[in-house]
């Protein structure tokens, strides 16, 4: 069974950090463009971040470029978002995702996700 794991989330006040983990089981995940997203109440799924199958690319939502860095560890099949000078506006469920094909921006190309890992970010 595919499963991706999210852990990390929390509660932390503003300015603070938090650093999400993403563990895949099932298969390896080396070869796929990984990916966060995030989804708060009452509003769409947002695209955070995806990094490529070799780490060589990385990209970021507007709203997180500067303060996130995704990472992997393809040894371990993790995926990592280090999340620093958090805001009230980040509070939201954080998912991961597993690309199959097609732009890393839009949910619809990612093919596994998680069940998401909850942050609070307190004013």
């Known amino acids: 069974q595919v499963r991706l794991v999210e852990s990390g989330g929390g509660l932390v006040q503003a300015g603070g950090s938090l650093r999400l983990s993403c563990a895949a089981s099932?298969?390896?995940?080396?070869?796929?463009?990984m990916a966060w997203f995030r989804q708060a109440p009452g509003k769409e799924r947002e695209f955070v971040a995806a990094?490529?199958?070799?780490?060589?690319?990385?990209y970021y939502g507007e709203s997180v470029k500067g303060r996130f860095t995704i990472s992997r560890d393809n040894a371990k099949n993790t995926v990592y978002l280090q999340m620093n000078s958090l805001k009230p506006e980040d509070t939201a469920v954080y998912y991961c995702?597993?690309?199959?094909?097609?732009?890393?921006?839009?949910?619809?190309?990612?093919?596994?996700w998680g069940r998401g890992t909850q942050v609070t970010v307190s004013s």
């Open positions: 990094i490529t199958w070799s780490s060589s690319n990385t």
């Open positions: 995702a597993a690309r199959a094909s097609g732009s890393y921006y839009y949910s619809a190309s990612y093919d596994y």
């Open positions: 099932g298969r390896s995940f080396s070869g796929n463009t």
